[in-house]
C-alpha cells in the first residue's frame, strides 16, 4: 500500500523551497537585486531591502519547514508573493526598468507574474490545510511523497520555462 500525500505537505515544502532558493540567489549575488531595488524604491532603501527581503525569505522558508505557526506563514507567504507581484508588474509594464532578478541575474516579469500566482494557489493550499508541526516529524512515507510532488512541480515549471524559447522560435 502506498502512504497518503498530503497535498498541503508538498505545497509546504515547495513554498520553503522557492523561498530559500531566491533568498540565497540574492545573497550570493546581491548586485542584480540591488538593481532591480534602485529602479523600484528610493535609492536608500534599495541596499537595506536588498539584505531584508532574503533574510525575510530565509526566516519565513525555515518557519514553513518547522510548522511554527503554520496558517500564519501560509498567509505570510501569500502576502510576500502578493507584494512581488506588484513590483513583477511595475517592472513589466516600464520595459526601460531592470528584470526582475529574483533568483538572482534575469528573469521575466511576465513568467514571475505566473510563476507567483502559481505559488500563491499552492500557499492557498497550506493556508487552508496546514500541516501541524515540522515537516521532518512527518511518517517517512509522506514526507517522501511530499518531496516527490514538490520536486516534480518544481521540474515542471523548469522544464516549462526551458522550453518557452524554443516555442517562440518555432512560431512563423
Known sequence: MYPQIRMSAAATLLLAVTFAAAAIAKLRAPQPFVATLTALVPARAARPLARAVPIAELVLAAGLVAGVAPRLAALLSLLLLGAFSVALARLRRDPGLPSCNCFGAGGDPQA???RNALLGAVAVVALVDPVDGPLWALPAGELAGAATVALGA???WLLSQALL????VARP
Open 112 to 114: 514571475g507574474l505566473v
Open 154 to 156: 518544481a521540474c515542471c
Open 165 to 168: 524559447p524554443l516555442l517562440r
